[in-house]
């Protein structure tokens, strides 16, 4: 896997009486470090190897180093690591760490992909991989097939480090077909995305989010360690839930959220009309001449930034934005009430409260 990071003190110590979000946390800054530190071993590797193939191609590659490597708050590789830990957390990360390395690269992978499509300059406070790729090629129909190319070149890079996990052959066997039906769910809810057939909004987002954000990495790492049927049954039970009020955080933060902090566009998703519960919630709830408001901000993106700051004040006002909160944190109690009376390991269970908590109320 190339360079590793200190994977010994990832787990850390005991956190008796330790608040959950803050224990979290600290496992979070931990695992990102690590993992960090192995996409960056294992990328460079790939970036040289490519460069025996000529500009271009070195220029894709670098391209997906670049995205894969700025920012990112590690979440995925984190949760897998906790399903990992699940029933016993004295086993060795290693595994975990290396299938989040693979699931950061399916990341890269739909964020390349998810680029392309939406015409997205912008990813992680810098140029995405798109944008990259026309400055470089200075030829849209070329920066086009490189881009789409890129996306499938991280693919193929999240299965190599999956394909060379350290671990029993029938486990890596279940663990290759799990991340294979994580990847089909994505694509599966990007086609219902791009087609606009969204007719449930919560069994969409367990598609398009849920499947690869927390429900997938939870069950990814259990299945590594092999648990036992009843904790997989209420990991997965917790994860379903959670990864459809991770995708609604997502959606205030992109109507609502501050660009610096969280590197995206705000308000696009209102001028692209994005099928999102804040717009689904708004025509749900707006009457008159508010609806109307609503409705000529909504898929116009000629739209003013001050008509969108408009609209947006207005949805708070009217209690759009109160009433996605509320559902986030009904979606979040569910994910922990699934936790009681399992066999679960001390720590993962305080990670598991605390990943609840940080998700239902995070600012970026």
């Known amino acids: 896997m190339g360079e590793r990071g200190e994977s010994d003190d990832v787990v850390g110590k005991g956190m008796v009486g330790e608040d959950p979000a803050h224990a979290f946390a600290a496992l979070l800054e931990q695992v990102r470090r690590d993992v960090d530190a192995r996409l960056a071993g294992y990328l460079d590797a790939r970036v040289s ?29 984190a949760l897998a690591l906790v399903g990992y830990l699940a029933a016993d957390d004295t086993l060795a990360p290693e595994p975990a760490l290396d299938a989040g390395v ?30 990259m790729m026309r400055k470089h090629h200075r030829d849209r129909q070329a920066a086009d097939a490189a881009s789409i190319l890129a996306g499938d070149y991280a693919s193929a890079l ?3 480090v999956l394909s060379r996990l350290d671990t029993a052959p029938d486990r890596l066997l279940k663990a290759v077909g799990l991340f294979a039906q994580i990847e089909q769910d994505v694509i599966v809810g990007q086609q219902i995305d791009v087609s606009g057939e969204v007719a449930d909004v919560e069994s969409y987002y367990a598609l398009k989010t849920g499947s690869y954000t927390v429900r997938g990495p939870l069950v990814l790492g259990a299945t590594l360690a092999a648990v036992s049927p009843s904790v997989m049954a209420a990991l997965e039970e917790y994860g379903s839930p959670l990864g459809i009020a991770f995708q609604m955080q997502d959606d205030l933060l992109g109507t ?18 994005k099928r999102t519960v804040v717009s689904f919630e708004a025509r749900r709830m707006l009457k008159g001449a508010d609806l109307r408001k609503f409705e000529r901000v909504f898929g116009n ?17 009217q209690g759009v934005v109160a009433a996605v909160v509320r559902r986030i944190h009904e979606l979040a109690n569910a994910a922990v009430s699934a936790l009681v009376d399992v066999p679960l390991s001390s720590r993962s269970r305080t990670w598991l409260l605390g ?10």
């Open 49 to 77: 190897e490519t460069a025996q193939h000529g500009a271009d191609v070195e220029a894709m590659a670098r391209a997906v180093r670049d995205l894969t490597l700025r920012g990112g708050k590690r979440m995925r590789p």
């Open 301 to 317: 993106p000629h739209a003013s930034a001050q008509s969108v700051r408009d609209v947006t004040s207005m949805l708070e006002q």
């Open 256 to 273: 609502f959220g501050d660009s610096a902090r969280t590197g995206k566009p705000v308000g696009e998703d209102l001028r692209r009309g």
């Open 355 to 364: 990943a609840a908590s940080i998700i239902a109320s995070r600012l970026d």
């Open 102 to 131: 693979a699931l950061e690269l399916l990341q890269t992978y739909l964020l390349v992909h998810d680029d392309w499509m939406d015409g997205d300059d912008l990813r992680r406070g810098g140029p995405s991989v798109p944008a």
């Open 158 to 160: 999240c299965l190599d």
